[in-house]
DNA sequence: TTAAAATGCTACATAATTTGTAGCAAAGCG
DNA sequence: CGCTTTGCTACAAATTATGTAGCATTTTAA
């Protein structure tokens, strides 16, 4: 799946709306699950395997591989983490926990 | 597809934690776009259609019944439109265009 | 009153994505 | 040197999304 660019015609924007492009990208499904295992600090593969507990390694790495290319996530020696821009990411995704936590209680 | 429910497996989480029963159901494709362009305003399906440029109409409506069911769009009168929560889900959601305009230098 | 236009979808076949299981090559360890 | 662990890739099956048609119903307009 070609990698959502803002300036580029993406799902939801033919001109490339930045929101739109965004959207594309947190959209694929893990997108999000990723970031948010991942500001619990760097680690490995496998690690993250584990935490996203039912990841198939084939979505995983095709997903960290459009984290990359998008500067949300980068590769270090203790391993994949969150780029300084991944963790303003993770900072405006943080809320909605709390808001999940209220929404659930609707069913 | 089956609506995430909280408290119940979801893609993230096997007991279902809120905030993966939550990224399931955005991380769909086109919810946050509907969520975002729906914000501007309860508007009928077709209208809707023309705001998401490029959505299906299966999609469209698939999606729509989702939110509606996970109590984030609601019908009324006028048409689709947010609910309470709906609003504060988009309010949580905002900062990320000004946050995807930044992005959108890197490229 | 009635013909035309708009609306809210559904059908259905095709295409694209995701999943799950295996397993392999390379690196690290003892 | 064997044994583990790690980081993936292969591949087929299952699930989702797309695009185009078009139809039944409601609304508008003459």
Redesign the pocket.
């Known amino acids: 799946?070609?990698l959502p660019v803002p300036g580029k015609p993406v799902?939801g924007s033919k001109s490339g709306q930045p929101i739109m492009a965004l959207f594309d990208l947190l959209g694929?499904?893990?997108a999000m699950g990723i970031i948010w295992n991942l500001h619990d600090g760097a680690c490995?593969?496998?690690?993250l395997q584990h935490r996203c507990e039912?990841?198939?390694?084939?979505?995983l790495?095709?997903r960290?591989k459009e984290l990359t290319a998008a500067f949300i996530v980068e590769r270090k020696l203790e391993?994949y983490a969150l780029t300084a821009f991944g963790n303003e990411l993770f900072d405006l995704l943080q809320p909605l926990g709390k808001l999940a936590r209220n929404w659930s209680k609707k069913f």
């Open positions: 799946m070609a799902r694929r499904n893990w490995t593969f496998r690690e039912m990841v198939s390694p084939t979505t790495n095709l960290l391993g």
